[in-house]
Nanobody
Framework: QVQLVESGGGLVQAGGSLRLSCVVS????????MGWFRQAPGKEREFVAS????????AYADSVKGRFTISRDNAKNTVYLQMNSLKSDDTAVYCC?????????????????WGQGTQVSVSS
């Protein structure tokens, strides 16, 4: 059984930083493309970032380019999302997701494994 467990969320002031982690169990991370998605209250889930199995292909949503960085440590079965220069618009529940697909997938329907999410709140 594949499990994804996020951590690192919290309350931060605008301009601050947070680092989210996602630990994967039940599946070899090196064979899994990983992504981060977020959902704000009253809004649809949206793509944030993804990273291919080798880490050689990375994609970001335009809204986070230059501020967020996705990375992975296959030896630790962990994926990270470093979030800098946070804005109030970044407030959402952030979920990590995984897929056997090759390449940095960006569509939520491409992902088959999902975590429960971690809350990120940015105060202005």
């Amino acid at each position: 059984q594949v499990q994804l467990v996020e951590s690192g969320g919290g309350l931060v002031q605008a301009g601050g930083s947070l680092r989210l982690s996602c630990v994967v169990s039940g599946r070899t991370l090196a064979s899994t493309t990983m992504g981060w998605f977020r959902q704000a209250p009253g809004k649809e889930r949206e793509f944030v970032a993804s990273i291919s199995r080798s880490g050689g292909s990375i994609a970001y949503a335009d809204s986070v380019k230059g501020r967020f960085t996705i990375s992975r440590d296959n030896a630790k079965n962990t994926v990270y999302l470093q979030m800098n220069s946070l804005k109030s618009d970044d407030t959402a529940v952030y979920c990590c997701a995984g897929t056997p697909a090759i390449g940095a997938a960006t569509m939520s329907r491409s992902f088959v494994f999902w975590g429960q999410g971690t809350q990120v709140s940015v105060s202005s």
